[in-house]
């Protein structure tokens, strides 16, 4: 999401592929999550999987979003105040948007077995390793590591779920093992590039 300016914005279809021919999406581009502090969401973030932070779209030095025109674009509830927002780097993958908002009709975040967005998964290729960085950066760590089951299974194919410092669920998962699922079906899923130290995710 960019920043929500209150003017409408004019959809035209001149120049577009016919409707029955153009895809919908091209895919995921990131995960909006609201958090009680940036900055130290922010951090944990950094400290668990090298998130890399890339702008701040709404600045503390800025005035919040608040009012009719940000309630009515945001969904958010009245008198509920959007201070800052950031936007991070993960990986080879979506990115990670932050949103810190204060207001006196807010909820803890979703467990997992209530209804919205339950999680997101991070891909690791160590989850060892991934869950002990989790750990280190101030996370705590769910029942794990398990073996995936079903048509996931597969040799080294694993996950473990655990709770970041203000609540929200993240699974870290790996599945270096054909799984069981392409042999019943032409599609696969994404599955990000890795990446290469030296580099990083540039």
Same mark, same amino acid.
């Given at each position: 999401?960019?920043?929500?300016?209150?003017?409408?914005?004019?959809?035209? +279809?001149?120049? @577009? *592929? #016919?409707?029955?021919? *153009?895809?919908?999406?091209?895919?995921?581009?990131?995960?909006? $999550?609201?958090?009680?502090?940036?900055?130290?969401?922010?951090?944990?973030?950094? =400290?668990?999987?090298?998130?890399?932070?890339?702008?701040?779209? $709404? @600045?503390?030095?800025?005035?919040?979003?608040?009012?009719? +025109?940000?309630?009515?674009?945001?969904?958010?509830?009245?008198?509920?105040?959007?201070?800052?927002?950031?936007?991070?780097?993960?990986?080879?993958?979506?990115?990670?948007?932050?949103?810190?908002?204060?207001?006196? #009709? *807010?909820?803890?975040?979703? =467990?997992?077995?209530?209804?919205? !967005? *339950?999680?997101?998964?991070?891909?690791?290729?160590? !989850?060892?390793?991934?869950?002990?960085?989790?750990?280190?950066?101030? &996370?705590?760590? !769910?029942?794990?590591?398990?073996?995936? !089951?079903?048509?996931?299974?597969?040799?080294?194919? &694993?996950? =473990?779920? &655990?709770?970041? /410092?203000?609540?929200? $669920?993240?699974?870290?998962?790996?599945?270096?093992? /054909?799984?069981?699922?392409?042999?019943?079906?032409?599609? =696969?899923?994404? @599955?990000?590039? /890795?990446?290469?130290?030296?580099?990083? +995710?540039?």
């Amino acid at each position: 999401m960019s920043r929500r300016q209150s003017a409408s914005l004019a959809i035209s +279809n001149e120049g @577009k *592929q #016919d409707v029955s021919t *153009q895809p919908p999406v091209r895919g995921m581009d990131h995960i909006g $999550i609201a958090v009680p502090n940036l900055d130290e969401a922010s951090h944990f973030l950094e =400290r668990a999987f090298d998130a890399k932070p890339m702008y701040d779209n $709404i @600045k503390r030095s800025e005035p919040p979003q608040t009012g009719p +025109n940000a309630e009515a674009m945001l969904g958010i509830s009245s008198g509920t105040k959007l201070v800052t927002m950031r936007m991070l780097q993960l990986g080879n993958g979506p990115g990670i948007e932050l949103f810190e908002m204060h207001g006196s #009709d *807010q909820h803890k975040p979703a =467990r997992p077995s209530d209804f919205g !967005l *339950q999680h997101f998964a991070v891909y690791v290729d160590d !989850l060892a390793y991934a869950s002990e960085r989790f750990q280190a950066a101030g &996370g705590t760590l !769910l029942e794990g590591p398990n073996e995936m !089951l079903g048509l996931e299974k597969g040799p080294g194919n &694993g996950w =473990r779920y &655990g709770r970041t /410092p203000w609540g929200s $669920i993240v699974e870290l998962m790996t599945s270096p093992s /054909p799984e069981d699922y392409e042999r019943e079906t032409p599609l =696969r899923r994404w @599955k990000p590039a /890795p990446v290469d130290p030296a580099k990083g +995710n540039e």
